[in-house]
């Protein structure tokens, strides 16, 4: 799979054996940029965008999960005609999160939650 500009996959839910192989970033990332993020989402519909009791969330942000034996291999970055490894892709490009209640809500959203990742190689 190739990116010509950043893209993110997200890892929300239990997964085991899961493996992301063969990337090739065809632009050079900065160092806050993850190819991965794993952990709870929160997101807030405001159907009635007046009234927060009518406020649903998209996801599950207090539910834990459990991700276990994933891997980044493979990982390359073009530079001019060639593709160079990119060296630590695990350590750099995946962020592992937990979710965490937002302080401001309902004035910001999303509302957050007290997820938790369990992360095991």
């Known amino acids: 799979m190739t990116y010509e500009h950043p893209g993110c996959f997200q ?9 992301i192989r063969d990337v090739r970033l065809g632009f050079k ?3 806050a940029f993850r190819l991965v993020e794993i952990g709870p989402l929160s997101a807030t519909y405001k159907g009635n965008a007046t009234d927060p009791s009518k406020w ?3 996801f599950s942000p207090d539910r834990d999960i459990t991700v276990k034996g994933f891997r980044l291999e493979d990982v ?4 001019g005609q060639n593709s160079v490894p990119f060296e630590n892709a695990m350590r750099r490009l995946v962020r592992i999160a937990d979710q ?3 302080p401001d809500y309902p004035k910001t959203t999303p509302r957050g939650g007290i997820g ?3 992360y095991i190689l």
């Open 56 to 58: 649903t969330e998209l």
């Open 100 to 102: 965490k209640p937002n």
């Open 116 to 118: 938790k990742v369990n």
């Open 76 to 79: 390359r970055v073009f530079r």
């Open 11 to 19: 890892i929300a839910a239990n997964v085991d054996g899961f493996s």
């Open 29 to 31: 990332p900065s160092d």
